[in-house]
C-alpha cells in the first residue's frame, strides 16, 4: 500500500509564501517516487476537489491550473522520494485542504482529472486569511 503523506500547510496571510511537501512510503513493491506522475489537488468546505497542479516523472512535464499559474510551482525530487509545491503571493481564494496524488499509469503526461490518481494522502489545510 502507497502512503503519501502531506505537510507544510497553515495559516498565514494574503501575499505570503507557503510550501508543501508530500513523502511517498509504505508498500511500494520497489517502485520509488520516480514511477509515478505526481498531482496537488485541493477541496474547500462546500466546494468539490479542483486540480492545483501536476508533473511527470522526471519533472520535465508541469501542468497548472488557470486560477495558480505563475503563482505555485511544483517540482520533485525522486531521490528524497518527495514532490513540493510552493506557493507564492496567496490569496483568500487559495484556502483548502491540499492533496497530494500518484497516478501508476505509464501515461506519458500528467492529468488534471483527480480520478487518473491511484493513491492520496490524507491532506494538509491551508488558510490565507485577508
Known amino acids: 500500500q502507497v502512503t503519501l503523506v502531506e505537510s507544510g500547510g497553515g495559516l498565514v496571510q494574503a501575499g505570503a509564501s507557503l510550501s508543501l511537501s508530500c513523502a511517498l512510503s509504505?508498500?511500494?513493491?520497489?517502485?520509488?517516487?520516480?514511477?509515478?506522475?505526481m498531482g496537488w489537488f485541493r477541496q474547500a468546505p462546500g466546494k468539490e476537489r479542483e486540480f492545483v497542479a501536476a508533473i511527470n516523472q522526471s519533472g520535465g512535464i508541469t501542468i497548472y491550473a488557470d486560477s495558480v499559474k505563475a503563482r505555485f510551482t511544483i517540482s520533485r525530487d525522486n531521490a528524497k522520494n518527495t514532490v513540493s509545491l510552493q506557493m507564492n503571493s496567496l490569496k483568500s481564494e487559495d484556502t483548502a485542504a491540499y492533496y497530494c496524488?500518484?497516478?501508476?499509469?505509464?501515461?506519458?503526461?500528467?492529468?488534471?482529472?483527480?480520478?487518473?490518481?491511484?493513491?492520496w494522502g490524507q491532506g494538509t489545510q491551508v488558510t490565507v486569511s485577508s
Open positions: 509504505g508498500r511500494t513493491s520497489g517502485r520509488t517516487l520516480s514511477f509515478y506522475l
Open positions: 496524488a500518484a497516478d501508476q499509469s505509464l501515461r506519458g503526461s500528467p492529468s488534471k482529472t483527480a480520478s487518473s490518481y491511484d493513491y
